[in-house]
């Protein structure tokens, strides 16, 4: 059977889309290296410097990481049990916790974030600053795209 043809402008975008997508991979080794010594994970990073950016609700963490509210409550319960974050009352939701670190969680993350410095130095300038925030304005502007036009939902034939 033969591919569909696709514009020019069509195949570019694929081809960028596919190239995201294989970047998450790398990006997920090396998060998950640069949080071992810290006994993390990248998904525990994530969260971590969620509840870090403010005190949040798990659904409000999994909104803002683009990930499932229960996949971050099994995170964010594992940090809870190990002392790395705390449940706090959420004035606005009697239910719905807000998450914020504890002592042991904020040098968890520091330590995490001076490994990444090193490492996102090394490689920004490798790459270069003006080049980096290109994509970064693109990735973000994509992003905004798919959100006003996301992908039809399959008919049901």
């Known amino acids: 059977m033969k591919d569909p043809d696709r514009t020019p402008a069509g195949d570019a975008f694929a081809e960028f889309a596919i190239s995201v997508l294989r970047l998450a991979g790398p990006l997920t080794q090396a998060g998950d290296a640069l949080a071992k010594p810290s006994g993390q994970t990248s998904a525990r990073w994530q969260v971590l ?3 870090n950016h403010a005190p949040m609700s798990v659904a409000d963490a999994a909104r803002a990481l683009g990930l499932a509210r229960q996949g971050v409550q099994r995170i964010a319960d594992l940090l809870e049990a190990e002392g790395l974050i705390a449940y706090r009352d959420n004035p606005t939701h009697q239910r719905a916790k807000l998450m914020v670190l504890t002592a042991a969680g904020e040098t968890a993350l520091h330590d995490i974030k001076e490994r990444q ?6 490689l920004g300038g490798a790459l270069g600053e003006r080049r980096l925030r290109q994509a970064s304005a693109l990735i973000a502007e994509v992003i905004e795209v798919l959100k006003e036009r996301p992908a039809p939902e399959p008919s049901e034939d």
């Not at 410095?117 to 090394?122: I, L, N, R, V």
């Open 117 to 122: 410095a090193a490492w996102a130095d090394g």
């Open 49 to 51: 410097a969620a509840a």
